[in-house]
Every structure is written in C-alpha cells, then in structure tokens.
C-alpha cells in the first residue's frame, strides 16, 4: 500500500512573550492508503495540534511533512488552501455548514475553489449527498437539519473533491449517540471503499470503529496499535 | 477561480443572509440619505438668505435730503427740501459721475388711498421707469411706470399685493381673478384724485425695514404736481456700476451735490448719502456663518454616517470571521476570499448609496416645501455624501474581511 501521509520528527512550540508550550514534541508516524486511523488522547495532549498540522491548517515548527507526495511543510497561505482544497476533506465538530444556506449548496463550496465547471459541481454534490443517504434533502437549507443530517452534508462535502485523506475532529462530538452510530458507520463504509480516514476522538466507543489507534500525551506518541481485533464489527 | 464565479458567491451570501444585508443597506441609506438631506436643505437656506438680500439691491446707494442749519437752528434730518429733480437729472448726466448706472429720483409720501367701498393708508411713491429696474420690482400682471407716462403726468397707478389685498380683497391677487383683467383698469382716488390701476407687482415679502408689497406708485411727475404739490425729490435712488465702487460713487455724488448746492464744508451738506455698505457687510457676514454653518453640519453627517456605516461593515463582517476560516479550510486563497467580501460590500454600499440619495433627496424636497424653502440640490453635495460613504462602506467592508483572511484558517474557525 502506498504511504499516504508521512511524518518524520514533527514538533511544535507556541511562543508568548513569557511561556514556552511544547504541543508536539519529535511525532513520527506514517499512513497508509486505505487505513482507518483514530488519534486518541486527552485533552491538551497535543491531538489537536497533530490534527491542524495533518490539516494543512497550521506548519509545524521543526520536522517534516509529506501529505500524499507533497512537502506541506515548506507551503506558504496560498498553497496550503490548495493543498486542502485538493488532498483533505475536514469533517468537523461543529460541522461548520454555511448557515441558511442549502446542503446543495454547501457542498458544492470546495468545487468552487478548486474551479470544477458548474454542471460537475451538481452532478457530484447530488451523487455524495445520495451517498450519505440525503437524496431527499438536498435543497433543505443548513440550519433546517438535524445535528446528524449536518454532520453527513459535512461528511459529503469533504468526500466530494476526491480527497488524499479525510480528517474528521471529534465528528461526533455535537450529535446524539444514535445518530453517532449511523456517522460511523458511513465512516466504515467510506473506508471500506478505499478512503483514507484519519479521526481525532477522545471517546474510546467511537475510536474503537477504527482499525488503528494513535494514542497521544504530552505531545508524544505513547502507544501505536495496528490491531485489527479492535474493530467494532459491524451489524 | 473565475471572477463572475466569485460575484455569484457574493450574490448568493447577500441574498440568503436577507436580515443582515437587509440592516447593513438600512445603514447606508441612513448615512447617505441624512448627508444629503442636510446638505440640501442647508444650501436652500443659504439660497434663501442670499436672494432676500439680493432683492434689497446690494449696490444701492440713496441720496436723502438731510438736516438743514439756519441761524444755527438744526432742523430734522430729511426735512429739508433741498434735494430735487434736478440734482437728480446732474448726477445721470455730470461727466464728473462715472460710477453710478441708474438713477431714480423718488417722492415719497403716507397717505389715505381709497376706491369707492373700501380705503387703506400706504406709502405713494412718485418714481420714473428706473425705480424698477434698481429695486428689483416684477409685475404679476400689466405694466409699470412708463417714461411717457412720467412726461405726461398721467393719472396711473402700480399696487403692491397687500394694497390689492386691502382694497379688493383676498383672493384678488389669485392667477384667475387676475385673468379676469381683476383689478387692473378699475381705479382708486388719491388726494382727491382718480388714477388708473395698470399694474400689480409681485410679492417681495417684507424685509425687515418696510413691507415692500403695501406700496402705491405713481408716475414721479403725477406726485409732485397731482397728489402733493411740491417740487422737491424725497430721495434719490442710485445704482453703482458695482459694489465695488460703492466708495467711490458716495464720493463723486457728494462732491457734485456740494457744488450743486453751493456747499463748501461738507459738515454743512444738506443731504445724506446712504449706503447700503452696512447691508453689504451685514449680508456677507451671513452668508459666510451659512457657509460655516453649512460646512459643519456637512461634516458632522458624514462623520455620523461614516460612523454608522463603519459599524454595521466591521459588525456584519467581523461576525463572518468563522465563516472565512471554513472557507479557507475548504481551500479558498486570500484573494478569493478578499474580492468576495469587495464586491458584497460594492453591492451594498452602491444599493444604499441609490437607496439613500433618493430619500435624502424626497427628504429635502418635503422638508424644504415644508418649511418654504427653496428646493436646491447641489451635485457636489451628492456626489461627496456617496463618495465618502462608499469608501468608509468599501474600506470597512475589506479592512475586517482581510484581517480575517491573514488569520490562520484554524484561528478564524474558532473566532467567537
């Protein structure tokens, strides 16, 4: 399997004028095409920080970053939006959804910037929103859905341009436990077509739908487990 | 990504976000629209003023008989009746005199005027055809004094609108009784006399020193030997070439009526020159406290409106601040984002900017019918109100949207 996101000696210091705050300090760790991986840790442990950096929301400090081929620790604003627009589908916490504004229309915004011509844009947003099962709610403006609906819109607006890995942070974390089952499983089911998915969760029911662990504290990585006895199955 | 893409986003954002874009135009309306209706009703102020002292004739100068000194007895000033036709026709005529236009020789007197039901008491004044044209008169309806009518000692009479109004009654300066010839033709009696009424001036209103519309004229000629039996002028009008020679014009004519008079200390003149210098200084004065009174309240509007647009730009957009970091998330450059929020400002600041310039206009066009005003609007005054109010519009609809921009995606994300 070809390596997808390649992290060697990644390390990350915020600087005020008086403190000094290790995040990372020297994380290495590689993904691989295809896998399900679930970063765990408390909070302030520094998963947070891994995530942006993973994002190509935030450089690191020291280290380097190979995200599906490309240096992203080199880029500057401009390229790292297109590297975003391009490798990465963010599902986030708190959705994130352009407000009264139509699903349609949400997820069509990452075609937009990537400059795909309009009748693709409808084509695609209409095939993904079907994928996570709102085929019927495709013109229901953002604020008219549930917390899990919007979660799925998220979900199909990260999956529409095609992405090198799919980042989700806490992506259950704002919506009811049933409606948690049902976002994980479009996760496995994604994945099992062949998408990567890198998921940040300090629940460990949830973790467990992943078929890798990364366990962070203080910054550092404390336990990797390949273990795919720890996969959930599926009913 | 391509420009009209960028604009449909715009479009898009403003038209889905009804309330905010609603509250962000109201803003602008209310800035603009107040500048320019403060502006305008302030220059129609300014007009106002300006013409009211216009009408008084701003380079007149009047020649009034003054106190006379016999055996050291001091008569009353402009008891004397030294002043005449005469001196009148010298001052047009000296080749000394080379500042003065027109000259009006006036006999002025009060007395009782009456037509066969009804009389007033008024002011008659004896004047030749160059009293209208110093004085500003305009006739409503026929003719004024004619110079044959001055050589003919014709039995004819010009009405101010309140005398027509004390004799014939209201209504009878109205466009349709006047159609109806009204009382033009019909006649009043003046000292025993019969004149013919051959025209009516339109109103000047009064203007402090004397109600200009409750005047009698008649032919000067006609005064003197008709009405009041005397030879003498009561004043002589005279009009500068302009204001200017005010000074000099003073001089001349009293060197001339000096010499006229047999004068040679000025202390012993008989006669008085007035100028209106005094109006003049008076007049300039208030048009200049108008213009910095103007000025002031152009200011502080478009401080005010500048402000009130500037809040509602930095509000609504500062608000927005998550909204760009998801878009730079999602992979949108600076500059996408940058034009976006350009041209939703464009949009807004030109949608109010027509909006507010219509209403500031209907305002000042209410206001100023309201309070009898004349309705002035200035494109200066327009085109500063939107000049101004659009770049505070544009440059604090780009000045957070940049901010916001520069800002990490991660940073704007959790902007609260």
């Known amino acids: 399997m070809a390596t997808i996101i390649q992290a060697k000696n990644l390390s990350k210091i915020y ?9 990372l300090s ?37 280290g380097t970053y190979i995200l599906d081929g490309e240096e992203v620790q080199k880029l500057i604003d401009d390229e790292l939006s ?26 069509m915004l990452p075609m937009i910037y990537a400059g795909i011509p309009k009748a693709e844009r409808l084509e695609r947003a209409k095939k993904y929103l079907e994928m996570v099962g709102l085929g019927d709610r495709m013109e229901h403006a953002s604020n008219q859905l549930s917390g899990g609906q919007q979660q799925r819109v998220a979900i199909a607006r990260a999956l529409v341009m095609n992405p090198a890995i799919l980042l989700a942070d806490e992506p259950t974390g704002n919506i009811a436990s049933a409606q948690a089952e049902e976002i994980m499983a479009i996760f496995q089911k994604i994945n099992d077509e062949g998408h990567t998915i890198v998921m940040i ?25 390949n273990d795919h006895k720890q996969r959930k199955i599926r009913n | 990504m391509e420009y009209t893409e960028i604009i449909t986003e715009a479009i898009g954002t403003l038209t889905v976000n009804k309330l905010r874009t609603g509250l962000a135009t109201l803003g602008i309306v209310i800035g603009i629209g107040s500048v320019i209706a403060l502006v305008s009703l302030g220059q129609a102020g300014q007009q106002a003023v300006e013409s009211q002292i216009q009408s008084l004739g701003s380079n007149l100068l009047t020649v009034s008989p003054g106190s006379t000194s016999q055996g050291g007895i001091r008569s009353a000033a402009g008891g004397a009746t ?26 002025t007197s009060r007395t009782q005027v009456t037509t066969g039901r009804t009389n007033t008491n008024t002011q008659v004044i004896g004047v030749t055809p160059t009293y209208a044209e110093i004085r500003n008169i305009t006739l409503a309806s026929g003719n004024f004094i004619s110079e044959q009518q001055v050589n003919s000692i014709a039995k004819v009479a010009v009405l101010g609108p309140t005398v027509v109004t004390n004799l014939f009654g209201e209504g009878a300066n109205s466009p ?36 200009q519309d409750d005047i009698v004229w008649v032919p000067l000629s006609t005064a003197q030997k008709q009405l009041f039996g005397a030879d003498h002028v009561t004043s002589i009008a005279l009009e500068a070439k302009n204001p200017d020679v005010m000074v000099d014009a003073q001089n001349e004519v009293g060197y001339l009526l000096l010499a006229r008079h047999k004068l040679s200390d000025p202390a012993q003149a008989d006669f008085s020159i007035f100028s209106q ?16 009174l103007l000025s002031g309240i152009a200011a502080i509007s478009l401080l005010v409106g500048g402000i ?8 609504t957009v500062t608000e927005r601040t998550r909204e760009i970091g998801l878009r730079k998330a999602l992979g949108a450059k600076k500059k996408v984002i940058i034009t976006q929020f350009l041209i939703e400002s464009i949009i807004l600041t030109f949608v109010g900017g027509v909006i507010g310039m219509v209403l500031g206009i209907g305002i000042s066009f209410v206001a100023s019918s309201f309070i009898n005003l004349p309705f002035t609007l200035s494109s200066s005054s327009v085109l500063l109100a939107i000049g101004v109010s659009a770049s505070i519009g544009i440059l604090f609809g780009w000045y957070p949207a940049q901010k916001a921009a520069n800002l990490q995606p991660i940073e704007a994300l959790r902007y609260e």
């Not at chain 1, 297109?82 to 997820?107: C, E, H, M, W, Y």
């Open chain 1, 15 to 23: 600087k005020t004028d008086v403190l000094e705050t290790t995040a």
């Open chain 1, 26 to 62: 020297d994380v290495s760790f590689e993904i691989k095409k295809g896998e399900f991986v679930a970063v765990m840790g408390p909070s302030g442990s520094g998963k947070s920080t891994l995530m942006h950096i993973i994002g190509a929301l935030d450089t690191p400090t020291s």
């Open chain 1, 82 to 107: 297109d590297i975003r627009n391009r490798k990465i589908g963010f599902i986030f916490q708190a959705f994130n959804l352009l407000p009264r504004t139509s699903a349609l229309k949400n997820v």
């Open chain 1, 201 to 225: 969760t300090h629940e460990a029911g949830i973790a467990e739908h992943a078929k890798r662990i990364i366990h962070i504290r203080d910054g550092k990585i404390i336990k990797d487990g």
């Open chain 2, 82 to 107: 030294t002043l005449t036709l005469a001196d009148a026709e010298a001052i047009s005529t000296s080749p000394q005199i080379t500042t003065i236009e027109k000259v009006s020789p006036e006999y």
């Open chain 2, 176 to 211: 349709r009784f006047a159609g109806e010839a009204g009382p033009i033709g019909q006649t009043i009696r003046i000292n025993g006399q019969t004149l013919t009424i051959i025209g009516i001036t339109n109103s000047k209103g009064g203007t402090g020193f004397q109600n």
């Open chain 2, 277 to 292: 210098q005094d109006i003049l200084g008076a007049a300039s004065q208030i048009t200049g406290t108008f213009t910095a």
């Open chain 2, 308 to 315: 009130g647009i500037m809040n509602i730009m930095l509000v």
